[in-house]
């Protein structure tokens, strides 16, 4: 999964950098919230495309903290608002009114745990109970979608 988070922050950077370009293409590098919206639209997306396997393990704000997809985000919001690097992550969110991009990647997982719950497929829901068999037992050393997922449904208290 590692690789995949890797490779997934490249993916992020380089959408990054295509907001950056069309900012600068369209003369609007400096307004703040037309930057936010290209940002939403543009980086977001790239940032939240498979996280549905590869985030899974960092569905908790403590673990995310590490990905190098939340410092990039991070590191975009610090040099769009010109504040220094030692600045708290909570007060440059709050300003740009965003969110940590763990609940991003969480909404998208539980979207896609719902989707796979009320498919009429019957492969699907023989997939879904196996893996919750194997998340329901301690003595595999196997993490599953299903492992990871319940247990950042029970650290984020749902």
Request: hydrophobic share 40%.
């Amino acid at each position: 999964m590692l690789t995949a988070a890797k490779k997934m922050a490249d993916n992020f950077r380089s959408a990054i950098a295509r907001v950056y370009r069309i900012g600068d293409s369209k003369g609007i590098k400096h307004r703040k919230h037309a930057m936010l919206w290209l940002f939403q639209v543009f980086a977001l997306t790239a940032g939240l495309y498979g996280c549905q396997v590869w985030a899974t393990s960092s569905l908790t704000y403590d673990s995310s903290k590490i990905t190098p997809t939340h410092v990039l985000h991070l590191g975009f919001l610090k040099r769009l608002l010109g504040v220094k690097k030692s600045t708290d992550t909570h007060c440059e969110l709050r300003k740009t009114g965003q969110m940590p991009i763990v609940f991003y990647w969480f909404r998208c997982i539980l979207r896609f745990w719902n989707s796979l719950l009320s498919s009429n497929n019957p492969l699907f829901e023989k997939v879904v109970q196996a893996n919750l068999l194997i998340a329901n037992r301690s003595d595999t050393g196997i993490t599953r979608f299903c492992t990871h997922s319940k247990i950042s449904l029970q650290l984020n208290n749902f």
